[in-house]
């Protein structure tokens, strides 16, 4: 079984430019999450799919960060404009039904703003 | 004003010296604990899911336990591949908004 996809894995951006996060996740699994990573800290909770609805995404900078889950499936996390500071790597994760059920993590998109 | 704290930051063991990492925490209506593994540039990977406090789960070399406050990650025998940064998080519903909540981690590494 495949695991969750994410594309691209790396990604290098001036400060002020837009950038696209994609993520695919496990077959099946209808909760998706967004986490972003700063270097030596753990995971913190961006954004929680049920589905096509967006729940729990109080930690959502909405000035600048977006994102979308059509049809239910896979789901894009955009920023813009970038700042220095959302260096960091983006994780999703999806999990198969409740919140306390096992979140699979993708490999995560580190992005660098230059 | 951490909810989730890991000790110790980082460890070094040498191969078979066993050990264990602590998962200290102070969130209300916890819903489960959570450990994982990551390596360098990987995502989190699922290890153990602790409900409530005097529950144990094994898995190899690693043991998971839970207290009312706590949690330890206990390894015997550590071998080189188990070298990895460890992560818990705890999942708790306060007033219904889903919060998980991870720790900084514990890096450890064992010498062959």
């Known amino acids: 079984e495949a695991g969750v996809v994410q594309s691209p894995r790396y990604k290098i951006i001036e400060k002020k430019q837009p950038v696209a996060f994609w993520c695919n996740p496990i077959s099946g699994h209808n909760t998706l999450y967004w986490y972003l990573q700063n270097l030596g800290q753990g995971p913190e909770l961006l954004i929680r799919?049920?589905?096509?609805?967006?729940?729990?995404d109080s930690q959502l900078p909405k000035d600048r960060f977006s994102a979308e889950r059509l049809k239910g499936v896979d789901s894009t996390l955009k920023i813009q404009p970038a700042e220095l500071g959302d260096s960091a790597v983006y994780l999703c994760a999806s999990s198969s039904g409740t919140v306390i059920d096992t979140q699979y993590f993708g490999p995560g998109t580190r992005l660098t703003v230059l | 004003e951490d909810q989730v704290t890991q000790s110790p930051e980082a460890l070094r063991l040498q191969e078979g010296e066993s050990s264990s990492l602590n998962c200290s925490y102070t969130?209300?209506?916890?819903?489960?604990l959570f450990w994982y593994r990551q390596d360098p540039g990987k995502g989190p990977e699922f290890l153990f899911t602790?409900?409530?406090a005097g529950e144990e789960k094994e898995k190899e070399r690693l043991k998971a336990t839970l207290t009312k406050k706590e949690s330890f990650l206990h390894i015997t025998a550590p071998k080189p591949e188990d070298s990895a940064t460890y992560l818990c998080?705890?999942?708790?519903?306060?007033?219904?908004?889903?919060?998980?909540?991870f720790g900084r981690g514990t890096s450890l590494i064992v010498h062959p």
């Open positions: 969130v209300s209506g916890l819903r489960g």
């Open positions: 602790l409900y409530s």
């Open positions: 799919y049920e589905n096509e609805e967006a729940v729990d």
């Open positions: 998080a705890v999942h708790q519903i306060p007033g219904g908004s889903y919060i998980p909540t």
